[in-house]
């Protein structure tokens, strides 16, 4: 009777052990890190996926162009190389899984991803889908309109990073409201599994799992810092003006441009602004320093802008160039207007409303705070009502 209640628990262990290793092999993301109160601060992880199959675990970080494959076991719910630990499991089911990386740093909190696979050549197909239009997501939290471009981010990313790209995203939620500047975007092909990673503040941020790729509409599932669940959205893309209704835009904005009202900032709050830094502008695409806009520019109504039909542009202040460039173009639905090649915020013009001579835009820009010591800037939107000077 001992011996088959020793079998008996036996066969339960085992049945238990199976049943959890079941569990844990899949694909996994990490969205969310918990510091310990002695960690005395963290790596920033968001992003890494994981996936256990067998005795084989295998990991890369959203941004990165390669993985790493490990032989792995577990031991007393320490997941063990080699040479070193990867943690210990603090709760696993079906859609969490926790890992603690030690008792004084931190717990790892990661999300499965579902099981939809694509093909290299597939994931070409949904790149170049997302680069030839603008795309929206709603959440529960938020509303997001983003453009991607392929000029390469390089802000803070390695030589071998995984295509990570600039991506400019109007965004609505209680969060934050406006035009993104200096993020980016990447799409990673991780065990024949497609996930989209979106930057908030240059940090990995958003992710989008993508499970259909029809076209017109993209379907995942989506999970962010603000969101840390997933849930089931999908991408739907942006119209597409006409070419005839694009000329006549374009056609409409050529010519010089004076500020007939400033609607925002609010001139008399402007002297009550805190500023921040140096008045420098470090571009993730290209690093340069610039003339900014002042107050005075602003009180006065002496900024200018110039576009020409052969594509060059140009912003002044009291005769002072800010900014100069031999591109700028629409985007092909017509609610933007793109200065140069690296998509960034401050070089993305929204357009509110074009009609006869009359052109109002919202554009993020710094503001020279005119400050005795030392240059000072604070970062604002000018949402300007420009009309259309006679040459």
């Known amino acids: 009777m001992k011996t088959k209640l020793i079998l008996l628990l036996i066969f339960i262990v085992q049945v238990s052990c199976k049943e959890e290793k079941s569990d844990l092999e899949r694909s996994w993301i990490l969205v969310e890190q918990n510091a310990k109160p002695n960690s005395g601060g963290m790596y920033m992880l968001r992003g890494l996926l994981v996936d256990f199959e067998g005795n084989q675990m295998t990991y890369s970080y959203i941004t990165a162009k390669d993985e790493t494959e490990k032989k792995y076991w577990i031991e007393d719910n320490v997941i063990k190389f080699d040479t070193s630990t990867f943690g210990k499991i603090i709760h696993l089911s079906k859609d969490s899984l926790i890992i603690e ?3 004084n740093s931190f717990d790892m909190h990661f999300r499965p991803l579902e099981n939809f696979s694509f093909s290299t050549s597939e994931k070409e197909d949904v790149f170049q889908n997302l680069l030839k239009n603008s795309w929206s997501i709603e959440t529960k939290k938020s509303n997001q309109i983003f453009y991607c471009d392929t000029t390469v981010y390089s802000g803070g990313m390695s030589e071998e990073a995984n295509d990570v ?9 209680k969060y934050w409201n406006g035009i993104s500047d200096y993020e980016w975007w990447t799409l990673k092909h991780f065990d024949d599994k497609l996930v989209l ?4 503040h240059q940090t990995e941020n958003a992710f989008f799992q993508i499970t259909a ?10 999970i962010s810092a603000f969101e840390n669940n997933w849930t089931k959205v999908k991408l739907k893309k942006g119209q597409i003006l006409s070419s005839k209704r694009l000329d006549a835009m374009r056609e409409m904005i050529i010519g010089n441009w004076v500020i007939e009202n400033t609607i925002e900032p609010n001139l008399e709050m402007l002297d009550s602004v805190e500023y921040h830094s140096e008045l420098t502008e470090e571009s993730r695409t290209i690093e340069h320093k610039r003339n900014g806009i002042t107050k005075t520019n602003l009180k006065e109504n002496t900024i200018n802008f110039s576009f020409k039909r052969n594509g060059e542009f140009q912003i002044k202040a009291n005769d002072k160039e800010i900014r100069s460039g031999d591109l700028w173009e629409l985007t092909n639905d017509g609610q933007y207007i793109k200065l140069e090649k690296g998509i960034v915020g401050n070089n993305f013009i929204k357009i509110l409303n074009l009609k006869d001579n009359k052109l109002q835009i919202l554009k993020k820009e710094m503001i020279d705070a005119e400050v005795q010591k030392g240059i000072k800037f604070f970062q604002t939107f000018l949402n300007l009502e420009l009309i259309k000077k006679e040459n």
Request: aromatic share 16%; charged share 20%; hydrophobic share 25%.
């Open 101 to 103: 990386e030690d008792t």
């Open 165 to 173: 790209r600039c991506i400019v995203y109007e965004t609505e939620n």
């Open 197 to 200: 990673g979106i930057s908030y």
């Open 213 to 222: 790729n029809l076209g017109q509409v993209i379907y995942g599932q989506y």
